[in-house]
């Protein structure tokens, strides 16, 4: 949402992505397909409750907000727990 020269965002949208990667990192042999990814990326969030910030837009996100530690565990959880779901029941054939 953008207010001006204002934006306000999710915070935990933001750093849902960087979770995926280091948990698919550490887990060879998960489908890291599109669709995939983006199921494990809806599932996540549908878990989360988003935490909003208000940033200067043009600016990057404050980093302090990155490394809040108990919201990137929670958030680890969740998208550990969404990547064995999709990928045990993937809306896709098996190739
Ligand atoms: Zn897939």
């Known amino acids: 949402m953008e207010i001006g020269n204002m934006r306000v965002i999710n915070i935990v949208e933001e750093l849902v992505w960087e979770c ?6 550490h887990r060879p042999g998960k489908c890291r397909c599109d669709r ?3 199921d494990i990326c809806a599932l996540a969030l549908n878990q989360m409750k988003p ?3 208000a940033s200067d837009r043009g ?3 404050s980093k302090a907000a990155f490394l809040e530690k108990d919201l990137k565990i929670a958030l680890l959880v969740v998208v550990a727990d969404a990547v064995e779901r ?3 029941n993937p809306r896709h054939g098996v190739e």
């Open 51 to 53: 935490r909003y910030v």
């Open 59 to 61: 600016k990057t996100i």
């Open 86 to 88: 999709v990928n045990a």
């Open 20 to 25: 995926i990667n280091e948990v698919i990192e």
């Open 36 to 38: 995939c990814i983006a």
